[in-house]
């Protein structure tokens, strides 16, 4: 891999190959550690890209020993060999230059060796962003969304931005952030939705990725007032078909993440207990117990294109919950408790589907044959639920008696019953809540994670 040279540096880390030994290059980054034998010193400088050694001696070991670790600094020198176990080759400075010096002591350390826990992190995230573990998180979030992008758009969706500041609420409920819009109530927007069935009239086929506002009160690791939701609307498609897209999708997600970012997914999934410059022996390890949990691996590694995703009814995850002693009656809703005792059942991806109608928002379909029973779907990870989707009712009458039933004003929804009167054609989507799907992606066990910076009830910073 290589690269012009920039400004300041000629090389970034994993550029440094054998064809330049002997040559002198300048590199650029952050001292990580210094490990000083008297007369030579031994400088870990990590860039982007990875890590570096830097041999030092003489004045420049004096220079060395002034400066704090995670300082910003440009050397230069000669590229030579290195002895070292786990390094090929290694910078035999001849100049150090202090591009910034970084304060001691530093909030959290980002070289992983001092744990913190996840807020104070996030209270100093950009520096927390200099441990390789979490910044693989934000790379791979990057990969999946372009993944996402190409793979929707393979299917001949269009990609959408609908606004997110409202005048009326989307999905219903409580959870809705209000705020002042040149003296007019508006609402940040709970969800897309009533914009992407909309887009169904005109484009068929939409997706859009987006931050989306729930006040949501609960204090949970899956839970935030600001979230990343994929959402997909298309005419002509029923429940079932959308739902073999978001299979895919899955699928092309995991597949591409483990062929194009595997060193990534490594370092998400190894439990390191050791230094982060030193080689995990797990690595592989790692990858296994991913492809275990995700039901890709049985014995032989099997092609994430084949993973298989169990469906199984709301009323038999009913019947399953009352076998591990649950007292639920159908129309109940999946409490947390039910929903871990069922992500125990089943582990990894599985389908809920045909859930009550009454437990679901008023533009889902109710079944033809089963009126109780609407067209809908979640998809889980374990307790996890990762999507929601449906078949909509695409009826006016229809849509509009069921905004009042369920107790909304149906004034706040004129301009979107309007759309109904235009031919508006039978559709299906769903919503993929992204900041979970990371988190399974990653293994990470809070949502705040995978999230640069999270928003909930207690934070509202950095
Ligand atoms: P729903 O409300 O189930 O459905 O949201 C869709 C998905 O978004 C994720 N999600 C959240 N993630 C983090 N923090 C939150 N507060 C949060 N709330 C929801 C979940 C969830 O499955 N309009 C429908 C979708 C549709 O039918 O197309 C909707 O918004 O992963």
Redesign the pocket.
Known sequence: MTEKPKMIRSHLADCITNDLVDMDISVAGWIEDVRDIGKLGFVLMRDFTGMMQIIVAGDLLSQIRTIPRQSCVLVEGKVQRSKAKNVDFEIKANKISLIAKAIHPLPIDPTGRVESSTDKRIDSRALDLRDPKVSAIFRLRSSALQTIRNFLRSRRFTEVTTPKIIGTS??GGANLFRCDYFGKNAYLA??P?LY?EQLTVGLERVFEIGP?F?A?KSHTV????E?T?V???AAFLDYTDVMEIVADLVRRVISDLMHLCNADLKLTWQKVTEPNTVANRNEDEAIHKMKELFGISNGSALDPLELKIEQLTYERAIDELRGQGESLSFGDDLSDMALRKLGGLHKGFYFITDWPMRLK?FYIHEKEENQELSCSF?LQFGYL??????RRQHDPDKLKNRIIEQGLDPSGFVDHLRAFQWGMPPHS?????F??LMMVLTNSQN?REVVLYPRDAERLGP
């Open positions: 989307t999905e709970q969800s939705q992407k989306y729930r949501e899956r839970h935030l007032a979230f939701s959402d997909v609307e928002p979640d639920e990762l999507v929601s989707g449906g989507g769903w919503g993929l809540g900041d979970r949502v």
